[in-house]
């Protein structure tokens, strides 16, 4: 029988989440340049000009496959060095927050001493770097908050383990989550004893090992010692309340330098807060409440020559951070 309605079904794909910040996989010592691109799966991968056969479209579907993986990630590629690539600002001020490096040179290894380094002098960046078990490169992780030292093997399929790290982590709510015990796809556990797990842990890196069955990451931190949700909760708060109050500036005619005025400013400030809390970023109190505070002092308290100028100093704000449970230690007994 001839019909007039036709249905046609496809094979719906993940859709990946929005989260904070994007992604980059950028290729130092290409052959040939490619322009920054943002993708949202491994078809514009390719159209961006990596092939499935590169490092960069590995490290790309080792991203994606990732559960809560990011709603897009970033490539590009240049003939030069990536630190290089770092120091111009029209690069640096793009979107992306998470970079992973890969070298298409003679040599093939990346400088990680070197991109530490470069990374930890940017605002609102961060570098993931991949080291296998064995690698014995110096790296200063003394007062490194930006920088990732994950110490997993690299393999033919995989070359690229860090980007597992990312995948499962770039998607998710800042503060919401801690990278420790955060379970991979795709990349090899380690096998390792607790000796050799200190000793990575020691010299700033983390890794991945099996747990109660699952694979998991062995601690959460950056190569300095600062836990990397903090450095996101940080990051984010920063990131939002410069982002809001500047959109509160360009929208209105004019902000009156009068209480009514600073009241708007208070307000995107105690917004913020409250996005943070929701997220899981900041503490509640013993009575139940949010642990976060706001305080923006009223016309009276500002002086004549900030008036004057049209400059507002008298925002503060305070919260407790959540953090997160790492280790447990139970206690029992026995009765006869």
């Known amino acids: ?3 007039d309605v036709k249905v046609k079904i496809d094979l719906i794909k993940p859709v990946g989440r929005v989260g904070f910040g994007i992604p980059l996989i950028l290729e130092e010592n290409a052959t040939t340049a490619k322009s920054y691109t943002e993708c949202k799966d491994l078809s514009e991968v390719v159209a ?3 092939a499935a056969t590169t490092k960069t479209y590995k490290a790309a579907s080792l991203l994606f496959m990732q559960d809560n ?3 897009k990630i970033a490539v590009c590629a240049d003939t030069g060095a990536a630190v290089a690539w770092l120091s111009n600002v029209d690069n640096t001020s793009k979107d992306w927050r998470q ?3 890969v ?3 003679e040599s093939e290894a990346v400088d990680n001493a070197a991109l530490v380094a470069a990374v930890e002098a940017l605002d609102n960046k961060m570098y993931f770097a991949s080291l296998d078990t064995d690698d014995n490169t110096s790296i200063t992780v003394s007062d490194i908050e930006r920088s990732v030292l994950f110490y997993v093997d690299a393999t033919e399929q995989y070359p690229v383990p860090a980007a597992a790290l990312v995948g499962a982590t770039a998607g998710l709510d800042a503060g919401s989550f801690t990278y420790k015990n955060m379970i991979l796809k795709g990349i090899v556990p380690q096998s390792l004893t607790d000796t050799q797990i200190d000793a990575i842990h020691a010299k700033g890196g983390i890794t991945f090992v099996t747990k109660a069955g699952d694979n998991v990451t062995t601690e959460g931190k950056v190569a300095g010692g600062e836990y990397i949700d903090i450095v996101d909760s940080k990051d984010y708060i920063i990131f939002n309340l410069e982002y809001q109050t500047q959109k509160l500036l360009n929208s209105s005619d004019k902000i009156p330098y009068d209480n009514s005025g600073i009241a708007l400013l208070e307000s995107v400030a105690v917004s913020v807060m ?7 970023m900041i503490a509640t109190n013993d009575d139940g409440t949010p642990g976060y505070t706001v305080s923006y ?3 009276e308290q ?3 020559d900030d008036r004057v100028i049209r400059k507002y100093i008298g925002g503060s704000f305070s919260f407790k951070l959540a953090g997160a449970i790492h280790n447990v230690e139970i206690t029992g007994e026995i009765m006869i």
Do not use: H, I, Q
Request: hydrophobic share 45%; net charge negative.
């Open 1 to 3: 029988m001839a019909l």
């Open 48 to 50: 961006a000009g990596f």
């Open 69 to 71: 993986a990011p709603e």
């Open 99 to 101: 970079l992973m490096v």
């Open 103 to 105: 070298n298409n040179g």
């Open 274 to 280: 409250k996005d943070a809390y929701n997220m899981g």
């Open 297 to 299: 002092a009223p016309r």
């Open 302 to 304: 500002t002086s004549e």
